[in-house]
Nanobody, 124 residues
Framework: HVQLVESGGGSVQAGGSLTLSCVVS????????IGWFRQVPGKEREGVAG???????RYIDSVRGRFTLSRDSAKNTLYLQMNSLKPEDTGMYYC???????????????????WGQGTQVTVS
């Protein structure tokens, strides 16, 4: 089955940048739709960005223009470049894969089949 491993989290000051990586194994990163979620204690997991089945990219309003998705097929890795970080970006970030994503479901955690273990991002 598909396995996902995130890395790249850390602690940064507001205005700083981080790049998260999601290495996919067990299937081609080009075949699966991948999403990034974040979660803070006491709150539901929130969809942040996603690669849809048609190849288009989606971002939630609060990160659009600051976060950028990219994919390296040779490394079977999806990246989330995060710039101009804000304290409200703090959370555990997860990548997840799904067989099919549309504009209507990419932000719903229930649409995803496989999840990574998460990487912590702290912005102060």
């Amino acid at each position: 089955h598909v396995q996902l491993v995130e890395s790249g989290g850390g602690s940064v000051q507001a205005g700083g940048s981080l790049t998260l990586s999601c290495v996919v194994s067990g299937e081609s990163v080009n075949r699966y739709c991948i999403g990034w979620f974040r979660q803070v204690p006491g709150k539901e997991r929130e969809g942040v960005a996603g690669v849809l089945s048609d190849g288009s990219l989606r971002y939630i309003d609060s990160v659009r223009g600051r976060f950028t998705l990219s994919r390296d097929s040779a490394k079977n890795t999806l990246y989330l470049q995060m710039n101009s970080l804000k304290p409200e970006d703090t959370g555990m970030y997860y990548c997840a894969s799904a067989a099919w994503l549309t504009g209507g479901n990419w932000y719903r955690s229930g649409a995803y089949n496989y999840w990574g273990q998460g990487t912590q991002v702290t912005v102060s």
